[in-house]
């Protein structure tokens, strides 16, 4: 089964995603913090990150660049999903090595779709 | 005969002496209790406010102001990259870092080159306000990090170091942070926000500062709040809600803000080149800049606004020992009786406004003659009860009265804390703020008068030397909270 | 004396001691009430996550008690900023069906002045047309806090209907709005809009021409060019006129270019010289490097910076310009130097990239 981990500091963003993604078939794990995510992320092995830039620890920007160093991680796509939405910000994000950038307030649906796009173009 | 004419003298003599002493209290807790009720209608409205304050907005608005951040560094090897990173990851739309390396003998800029991948670049750096120590090199940071550093002599002095740093900056909004204070990711957008909501007026922001001590850090944020082991540094978290959170805010409320921290500003930087940026060697240097820029405005008769944001985003370390602390409130003592020396058309000016009329005055009567006042009521106390001039009673009954006074605005204190930001939120904190409350009337108190006794003696004896020639190894983080 | 010393020890004792006894209440209550909204809310969630993504059945909530229905009116109007497209819409109809959407609208007249706040910043983020008239009211609010949440939220309504109020909102007289909060409300509502703020250029008010020029560059309306350069010109104000050429140089039309030009010469003020520079840089073109290169050599070095970064932005015409300058040693030398050390660092960045490495 795909897995994919889900960090954000906001419940109910991670409840929502959580809940959307698992009905869809895939295997969610979900933290609420950077430093978290970058353990969880050593421990399953995710497909695919899914990650807030604004939150406690280390931001959504420097666990991507922390797993782009990891060899272990270093090929997993990463969304960032995050309330900023300046140029400077998005270039940040992709310069880090983010796969996809999209902004809150977010479409779940969207999500989804967006999430399906990067792991059939991975695989 | 004559013995008994002289005791009855000095007994009259300690009974007048008293009555200044129960005068002195009462007046200088009264303003503390105006000042701590403005405050509090103040805290108050801003944190209903605060949903609607629209910083949201502001960290998306493309007129939002882009941030030049200074930081002066002398021989801070051990924590100037992790500062760095946590400057550039500010929830902000716009901001650069420059980082003055004054005469570091450590690693400061090894550290900082291997984390920015700094390159040198030549630059001419425009002589826009005063500067002494030679710049040797500019560099700036590879990839998308807009990081400059500046390694320059040092004359031993901070002024000099952020004058260069004032120089090389680019942005319109200055924020001045000390190389050891801890910030919160939002603390630059909550401190610009009076300049986005007023930009015709705002010329300068302070943030509220709080003691970092007993709080646990990642990453130069702070994570986890908590409270000192230390008693000294307990004592200070209550005494910076007192003075520094309800104070601050309570004259930056009647227009009459005179201290920005060093450690965390924000200042229009037209203005700063203006009044000719920091004033070299002055040792009380954030009031100096602030009593200049007042003196600017009113000159210019420019309406304008000096505002303290109580949102406590900046947190630094307090000194746990007494040597250290002794040191530090000596030179508050001493820099803000240079800073009213240095600038006398303030004092009593009714150009002024409540500036001239009340906060100086205000100092000079409380901060600076307060010390003197307060010990001598003290040994008097003492020598008229060992020669039974005054009654036993009476005189415990008159200390007692004071100290509860004392007392009860620091329980105020943690009162209006409790019902804003509550940052204390273990009940473990709650008491053990409580005992230092009481505690610091006892020791503390005095200690703490004696220490700005001696720095206004040390500031009345320096005053015919040149405040320039006084080299010192390294910077004493900022001299005021 | 001693009356009056004692009394007033007692009354001290008293006071600490009540201040000590509301502090630990307020404690009391406020952990009690938020462990228990945590736990209401960890249980809704489920609930509220299904019906959000349309796997529940609407007469499930109906079956809720009262209670419970009021904290998921909370729940999905915290949620309403965090989501956008199906899931919003679901949540904007189960609000309306409760009645919130009138509820607010009957509130912004009310007498609480944080009460009309709440009321204009829920509209906003519920976004419904109705909201739009009882919002522009508000924006002659007396508390400016109402003024300016009811900008906002008309910004997230986004209907251009509003772009005149908006605007005439910057020269309220005493009733003003932020400049920042109405151009974010424009940008909000968008390109739509730009007819009706284009009309604005010709406002009596200063700020609004400001907001105008400045709005209208960041949209990139190109039919306004004409009227921009008029302004740049001829404008009284120096804020607007800067705001101007800021403004063309992201429009980008060549036919600013003359405008501008006239604009960095020598007898303008340097504020607007430097933004002039950087315009035309934008614009860019092989004659307009030539003018902006012999900028490099004043003597004023916020103009020489100016010119050397506008050059810089030009493409590998302007990179070979100020290599010449650069090499020539003339009084600009040393800032042509600069600039291209500063881009060789930047572009050094973009192309390791942390991948790579």
Redesign the interface.
């Known amino acids: 089964m795909t897995k994919i981990l889900i960090a954000d500091d906001?419940?109910?963003?991670v409840?929502?995603v959580?809940?959307?993604l698992t009905?869809s078939g895939y295997e969610v794990t979900a933290v609420a913090d950077g430093?978290a995510a970058l353990e969880m992320a050593r421990e399953v092995h995710p497909d695919l990150m899914i990650l807030d830039v604004?939150m406690?620890?280390?931001?959504g920007?420097?666990v991507t660049?922390e797993a782009?160093?990891d060899p272990e991680l270093?090929k997993v796509p990463i969304i960032l999903l995050t309330?900023?939405?300046?140029e400077?910000d998005t270039?940040?994000g992709f310069?880090?090595?983010a796969t996809d950038y999209m902004t809150?307030?977010?479409?779940?649906?969207?999500l989804l779709s967006r999430v399906q796009a990067v792991l059939a173009r991975d695989v | 005969m004559i013995q008994a004419t002289l005791m009855l003298t000095l007994s009259e003599i300690f009974r007048r002496l008293s009555w200044i002493g129960l005068g002195y209290f009462l007046a200088l807790n009264s303003i503390y209790l105006i000042l701590i009720t403005v405050a509090a209608v103040n805290l108050g409205d801003y944190f209903r406010r605060k949903p609607f304050s629209g910083f949201?907005d502001a960290?998306?608005s493309p007129v939002t102001l882009p941030v030049s951040v200074l930081i002066p560094a002398h021989n801070e090897e051990t924590g100037i990259v992790e500062s760095a990173r946590a400057v550039l990851?500010l929830?902000y739309?716009?901001l650069e870092l420059v980082i003055v390396d004054d005469g570091s003998t450590d690693l400061t800029f090894e550290r900082l080159r291997d984390a920015f991948d700094l390159v040198e670049i030549p630059m001419l750096v425009p002589e826009l306000v005063p500067t002494i120590g030679h710049i040797d090199s500019v560099h700036i940071a590879r990839?998308?990090d807009d990081v400059t550093v500046i390694r320059k002599q040092s004359i031993g002095q901070k002024t000099d170091a952020l004058n260069a740093a004032i120089n090389i900056a680019k942005y319109p909004l200055l924020c001045i942070v000390d190389a050891d204070a801890v910030l919160d990711?939002d603390a630059l957008i909550k401190v610009t926000m009076p300049f986005v909501d007023d930009p015709q007026r705002v010329v300068a922001t302070g943030g509220a500062i709080r003691p970092s001590n007993g709080c646990t850090a990642?990453?130069g944020?702070i994570?986890e709040v908590g409270m000192p082991k230390n008693w000294l540094a307990r004592i200070q978290v209550v005494e910076y809600l007192r003075a520094f959170l309800l104070g601050r805010t309570g004259w930056s409320k009647l227009g009459a803000l005179l201290i920005i921290s060093g450690a965390f500003g924000v200042f229009r930087r037209d203005l700063i080149i203006d009044i000719g940026g920091y004033n070299q060697g002055s040792i009380g240097e954030d009031a100096d800049l602030v009593a200049r820029l007042h003196k600017h405005m009113k000159t210019n008769k420019t309406p304008y606004r000096i505002v303290f944001v109580s949102e406590p985003v900046c947190w630094t370390e307090v000194p746990e020992n007494i040597t250290i602390l002794r040191r530090q409130r000596r030179r508050w003592s001493r820099g803000l009786l240079e800073t009213i020396w240095s600038n006398p058309t303030l004092l009593m000016n009714p150009r002024y406004g409540t500036l001239g009329l009340l906060a100086l005055p205000y100092f000079v009567l409380f901060e600076i003659l307060g010390p003197i006042v307060e010990l001598t009521g003290f040994v008097t106390l003492i020598v008229a009860l060992a020669f039974h001039f005054v009654n036993f009673y009476f005189a415990g009954l008159f200390f007692t009265a004071a100290i509860f006074y004392g007392i009860l605005l620091s329980i105020l204190s943690l009162f209006i804390e409790e019902v804003s930001y509550h940052r204390y939120d273990k009940w473990r904190f709650l008491f053990q703020t409580i005992i230092s409350a009481l505690v610091e009337n006892f020791g503390y108190r005095q200690m703490h008068a004696y220490w700005r006794l001696e720095g206004v003696i040390q500031a009345l004896r320096r005053s015919d030397r040149s405040w320039g020639s006084m080299p010192r190894k390294g910077f004493i983080p900022s001299e005021t909270p | 004396m001693r009356f009056a010393l004692v009394a007033s020890v007692l009354l001290l004792s008293v006071l600490i001691l009540l201040m000590l006894i509301a502090t630990g209440i307020i404690r009391l209550v406020r952990t009690r009430s938020e462990k228990r909204s945590l736990a209401n809310?960890?249980q809704l969630?489920?609930l509220f996550?299904?019906f959000?993504?349309e796997?529940l059945d609407p007469a499930e909530l109906r079956q809720l008690k009262t209670s419970r229905l009021t904290e998921l009116d909370e729940?999905s109007e915290?949620?309403l900023?965090?989501?956008?497209?199906?899931?919003?819409d679901i949540l904007v109809s189960f609000l309306e069906s409760r009645g919130t959407v009138e509820q607010a609208i009957r509130r912004t007249t009310r007498s609480g002045y944080l009460g009309r706040c709440r009321a204009a910043a829920f509209l906003g983020h519920v976004g419904s047309p109705q909201a739009r008239k009882p919002l522009e009211a508000m924006l002659r609010d007396r508390k400016r806090d109402v003024r300016t949440t009811a900008a906002r939220s008309l910004g997230q309504l986004g209907d251009t209907k509003s772009v005149p109020l908006l605007l005439s909102g910057l020269d309220n007289g005493r009733r003003l709005l932020p400049f920042s909060t109405v151009l974010v409300a424009l940008m909000r509502i968008g390109s739509s809009g730009q007819d009706l703020v284009g009309d604005a250029l010709r406002a009596a008010g200063e700020r609004q021409r400001a907001a105008a020029a400045e709005f209208l560059g960041l949209m990139g309306s190109i039919k306004f060019t004409a009227t921009l350069s008029d302004l740049l010109s001829n404008d009284p104000s120096l804020d607007v006129r800067i705001r101007c050429a800021r403004a063309l140089g992201r429009i980008g039309s060549p036919n600013a270019i003359a405008t501008l030009t006239r604009c960095i010469e020598r007898d303008n003020p340097i504020g607007l010289r430097a933004v002039s520079c950087g315009a035309l840089a934008a614009i860019g073109g092989r004659e307009v490097a030539a003018t902006i290169c012999q900028l490099i050599d004043e003597d004023d070095y916020q103009i020489s910076l100016a010119a050397a970064k506008a050059v810089s932005q030009m493409g590998p015409a302007g990179t070979e310009y100020l290599n010449q300058i650069a090499n020539s040693g003339s009084p600009g030398s040393p800032y042509a130097k600069e600039v291209l050390a500063r881009r060789a660092a930047r572009m050094a960045g973009?192309v390791r990239?942390?991948?790579e490495s």
């Open positions: 906001d419940q109910d963003i409840e929502l959580n809940y959307k009905q430093k604004m406690p620890f280390h931001s920007i420097d660049l782009r160093k270093s309330a900023k939405s300046m400077q270039e940040r310069a880090a090595g809150k307030p977010f479409s779940p649906r969207e | 949201q960290l998306k990851s929830d739309p716009q990839g998308l990711e990642y990453r944020r994570t | 809310r960890a969630r489920l996550v299904k959000v993504s796997d729940l915290a949620m900023s965090k989501v956008k497209g199906r899931a919003k973009k990239h942390p991948s």
